[in-house]
C-alpha cells in the first residue's frame, strides 16, 4: 500500500500582504511578473502536477471512470519531457490525503484502486492550501481538480487561489454536474489562477480523456507544448488559457 501524508488543515498564517497596490495595471505587471519567474523552459525537466479529487459519496459513481481516464495525463505528457504526479483526494469527515509522486498512469491506478468514497464535505481549501505548498518547494505546472459540489466560504477560496496564482500554477477544474454555486466558485478558481473551468460529463468519455492529454502536455512542457498538439482539446484549452 503507498504512503499517504495528511495535507495541511488550514492555511499558512505567516504571509503578509506585500504593501498597497496603487492601479489595476501595476497589479496586472505584477502578476505576469510573478508568473514569468516561476516558468521554465519546455524540455528542460520533468513537469509536475496534483490530480485533486472530491472522494465524498457523490462522486462514488464516477470514481472508476476517473481512475480510467488518468491515463490521459501522462499520454501526451511523455512525448514533450514526461510528468510527475501527485494525487490528493478529500472524504469523510475531515479526512484529506496526498499520495506519493508517481510517473506513469498504472502507478496512479493502483494508488485510486484503494480508495472508497465515503461521505462529508468538501475541503477544496485545503486541496489549495496543499497545491501552494508543493509549489513553493518547486515549480507545480497544475492543478487538476475534479467535483461536483462547493460547500465553503467562496472568499477565502479565492484568497487561497490567488496565493497559489503568484506561484505561477493554473487550476483546471472539471465540475460534474450542474451546481451553481459551485461553477460559480470553480469558474472564479480558474480565472484568478489563469487555468480553465471545464465540465466532467460521464457520457463524453473520449472528450474527457483527450482534455486531460491536453493538459499533461501543458503541464510538461508549456503552452508550447500544448500549441504543438494541433487537436481539438488543445485548441479549446488555448481558447480560455490566460497568457
Not at 504571509?15 to 519546455?42: I, Q, Y
Not at 488518468?70 to 469523510?92: I, M, N, P
Not at 496543499?130 to 484568497?159: F, N, T, W
Request: glycine share 10%.
Amino acid at each position: 500500500m503507498n504512503k499517504r501524508n495528511d495535507l495541511p488543515t488550514r492555511a499558512r498564517s505567516d504571509t503578509k500582504p506585500a504593501g498597497p497596490v496603487s492601479s489595476k495595471a501595476e497589479m496586472a505587471a505584477f502578476l505576469a511578473e510573478a508568473r514569468n519567474a516561476g516558468r521554465t523552459a519546455p524540455g528542460t525537466g520533468r513537469g509536475r502536477l496534483v490530480f485533486a479529487l472530491d472522494a465524498t459519496m457523490s462522486r462514488q459513481p464516477t470514481w472508476d471512470l476517473a481512475c480510467h481516464l488518468q491515463a490521459g495525463l501522462f499520454e501526451a505528457s511523455s512525448r514533450v519531457g514526461g510528468l510527475d504526479v501527485q494525487l490528493v483526494y478529500f472524504r469523510g469527515h475531515g479526512e484529506a490525503r496526498a499520495s506519493r509522486w508517481v510517473q506513469d498512469a498504472a502507478a496512479l491506478t493502483k494508488v485510486m484502486a484503494g480508495i472508497t468514497c465515503r461521505g462529508g464535505l468538501t475541503q477544496i481549501g485545503k486541496v489549495l492550501d496543499h497545491a501552494e505548498k508543493v509549489a513553493s518547494q518547486a515549480p507545480l505546472a497544475a492543478l487538476v481538480y475534479v467535483g461536483d459540489a462547493m460547500e465553503e466560504d467562496i472568499d477565502r477560496l479565492c484568497h487561497k487561489a490567488g496565493r497559489l496564482a503568484l506561484r505561477n500554477t493554473r487550476a483546471f477544474m472539471f465540475l460534474e454536474g450542474a451546481d451553481a454555486t459551485a461553477e460559480r466558485a470553480y469558474r472564479e478558481i480558474a480565472r484568478l489562477t489563469g487555468g480553465v473551468f471545464l465540465p466532467f460529463d460521464p457520457r463524453a468519455a473520449g472528450e474527457l480523456r483527450a482534455l486531460l492529454e491536453a493538459i499533461g502536455a501543458f503541464a510538461a512542457g508549456g503552452r508550447p507544448a500544448l500549441e504543438a498538439q494541433k487537436s481539438p482539446a488543445a485548441n479549446r484549452l488555448l481558447a480560455d488559457l490566460r497568457p
